[in-house]
């Protein structure tokens, strides 16, 4: 045995585990619904083999050799930090009976078009048993992982290292102080102009703006494509095959430009990948059994959100891109300036969607979906309560009446595949979104790329700074290379406080 046999074990689990993403992939784009039934088993025989590989005496005898043959080693060559990050992941995942974690893979395509059905019907009712086996089975999996304080922190944990249900509580506290003024001091500006948001745009068109736009920031077409869904994704299957997918609607213009915008920086980071990762270690989360090249979901969430919020929605993005948007739609917006159009799709308007929130009203969304899987996790609500409770959290944050369950508990798809947990790293991405934005712009090239419209310079020093590392750089230890310090919330409200001052400002 030896290292090379080690790096091919992983390289077996990772070739399964892309593709079972390849057949969630499908599941969500183009399969006929009554495939539900046999995908689901499909996905749970493949789970299964990938955990029991990980889990095995084979893998265990790889490790082993590969310990032998790096003894003397030095401490810098990256194969010990593989081994370790291996057995540690591995060592979470045995704890997870064999049997739930082949329950939780077959419920989740079910569950899926569960929820699919569910949101277009109004239904939660119908939905809600599928929805209480997956909570039980998440209950279940965090005690069998086991926690100090909470069993959300045992979830938490695979989404976001080290991160707890304590230091998510003091994080939310520093920026619900900052938001909350801020939400009022911009909500009483006056209004800017949204009306031509809702004019109808054919959706080539919003699609076409969309990619041009994506493929200007970096995401290469060559190895991905875009594609329509309810809840708008990105999957990989190694950096050579990134895809991703978003919502278009004839009536309302930025939402789909926005998500496609937010998934390819999600498909950024996984095409930048260094090539040498490709069915490593560093491109396998044997915690969650997924195939991904991404350090943590909060760090995936700052590429994403960095894309999305701190370029798409600048103002210098819409000076210098408006006249592009403008030639595919020249009827709907030929009344319509770039100012006028900039300050539009950065209007701070509580809603009810989270995917097509503000800046300002984001992470109060994602406070309220924190608070009710702690709630879950506790055994402190049930499953039955949520609409109840969505309502009355809605009316807390953000003054709205919820008028039915699609607009209330049903809204997100996160909670019928298991990704109880996952929630918070949206706010950990937008916080450290700020901090990587912040570090990129002390370059010159970049500082100057991003007034003229050349994202090639931001896009090279994320790519080298964050995305080629793969998951061989753990959030805290990137954090620290690239700004120079750890998680620090400044940087963001400093970013918010900045926005708002320009959009009232400019009222």
């Keep these: 045995m030896s290292y090379s046999a080690f790096q091919a074990a992983i390289a077996q689990v990772n070739d399964i585990l892309c593709t079972v993403n390849l057949l969630a992939w499908d599941s969500r784009t183009v399969m006929p619904p009554g495939g539900v039934e046999t995908r689901g088993a499909q996905v749970s025989t493949l789970t299964s083999l990938a955990r029991e590989l990980a889990t095995g005496d084979a893998m265990t005898r790889a490790l082993d050799g ?13 194969r010990h930090r593989a081994v370790a990050q291996a057995t540690k992941e591995i060592g979470i995942l045995s704890r997870v009976p064999a049997a739930l974690i082949s329950e939780a893979a077959a419920l989740k395509t079910r569950a899926n078009m569960a929820w699919i059905e569910a949101r277009a019907a109004n239904d939660f009712a119908g939905y809600a048993p599928v929805l209480e086996r997956m909570i039980a089975i998440q209950r279940e999996t965090a005690q069998a992982i086991g926690f100090a304080t909470h069993p959300y922190d045992a979830l938490l944990n695979g989404y976001e290292p080290d991160m707890t249900l304590a230091q998510l509580q ?13 939400i009022e001091k911009a909500t009483a500006a ?11 745009y054919p959706i080539e068109g919003q699609k076409a703006f969309g990619l041009a736009m994506a493929e200007r920031m ?20 190694t950096r050579h095959d990134v895809r991703i997918t978003s919502r278009f609607r004839e009536s309302w213009l930025p939402g789909g430009f926005f998500a496609l915008w937010h998934e390819a920086g999600h498909g950024m980071y996984e095409q930048g990948v260094a090539p040498e990762y490709t069915r490593s270690i560093f491109a396998t989360d044997l915690i969650n059994l997924y195939a991904v090249g991404g350090a943590s979901f909060g760090m995936h969430e700052s590429q994403s959100r960095l894309w999305e919020n701190r370029v798409g929605r600048s103002r210098p993005f819409w000076e210098l891109h408006f006249g592009e948007l403008q030639a595919h739609f020249p009827e709907q917006l030929s009344d319509v300036t770039a100012h006028e159009f900039w300050r539009s799709v950065n209007q701070v308007r509580p809603d009810f969607i989270r995917v097509e929130a503000d800046e300002l009203t984001y992470d109060l969304h994602i406070i309220l979906r924190s608070e009710i899987e702690a709630a879950l996790m506790a055994g402190e609500i049930k499953v039955a309560d949520l609409p109840g409770i969505w309502a009355e959290k809605m009316k807390t944050y ?15 798809v996160h909670w019928s595949h298991g990704y109880v947990g996952s929630f918070p790293t949206y706010t950990l991405g937008n916080i450290m979104s700020s901090q990587f934005f912040a570090a990129a712009r002390q370059t010159p090239e970049i ?46 409200i400093a970013d918010l406080t900045e926005k708002v001052a320009a959009l009232t400002a400019a009222s």
């Excluded at 006056?190 to 109808?200: A, C, E, N």
């Excluded at 309810?230 to 299957?237: A, G, L, N, T």
């Excluded at 896009?459 to 620090?488: C, M, W």
């Design 66 to 78: 590969a310990r032998a043959e790096l003894t003397n080693a030095p401490a810098s060559d990256i």
């Design 190 to 200: 006056p209004s800017p102009r949204t009306d031509f948001l809702r004019r109808s």
């Design 398 to 412: 953000f003054g709205l009446t919820v008028p039915n369950d699609t607009l209330g508990v049903l809204q997100d």
């Design 170 to 182: 003091t994080i939310y506290g520093s920026l619900k102080a900052a938001l909350v003024p801020l």
């Design 447 to 492: 500082a100057a790329g991003l007034d003229s419209g050349d994202y090639a310079p931001l896009k090279t020093f994320l790519t080298d700074n964050i995305y080629s590392h793969g998951r061989s750089s753990s959030p805290a230890e990137t954090l620290q290379r690239v700004t120079g310090r750890g998680l620090d919330t400044g940087p963001y």
């Design 218 to 237: 970096g995401y290469d077409l060559n190895r991905g494509r875009l594609d329509d869904t309810v809840h708008p994704f990105e999957i990989s299957f």
